[in-house]
């Protein structure tokens, strides 16, 4: 936590696990939910599975998974992996592309 709160995420803290309806692992950013993995063997498919499942239970916009770096102490050296439709939907909320025009 203390890599986010020095990077501007002050009220960044570890949630308590909640069964079926967890919502990510990190809290702290409003509207953003983070799934944190740090593993000898990478299940992309699978977590990124899970990170979209907490990120509806949470109803945040954004689902992160965050995964640590082997040999690597610092979070800022891990990974943050998200689908290409979360990255356009970052994207768009940033101003950096526009919303897709509506069909009539």
């Not at 960044?12 to 983070?34: Q, S």
């Not at 990478?42 to 899970?50: K, Q």
């Not at 290409?84 to 101003?95: I, N, S």
């Amino acid at each position: 936590m203390e890599f986010l709160r020095d990077n501007g995420v002050p009220h960044a803290e570890r949630r308590t696990l909640n069964g079926a309806k967890d919502r990510g692992d990190i809290a702290g950013i409003p509207g953003v939910a983070i799934e944190a993995k740090s593993a000898n063997r990478v299940e992309l498919a699978a977590w990124a599975d899970e990170t979209e499942r907490e990120r509806t239970n949470d109803g945040a916009d954004i689902g992160v998974l965050w995964v640590k770096r082997r040999g690597k102490a610092s979070p800022g050296a891990g990974y943050a992996i998200l689908s290409g439709t979360q990255l356009l939907t970052l994207l768009r909320a940033a101003g950096y592309i526009a919303a897709p025009e509506q069909q009539a």
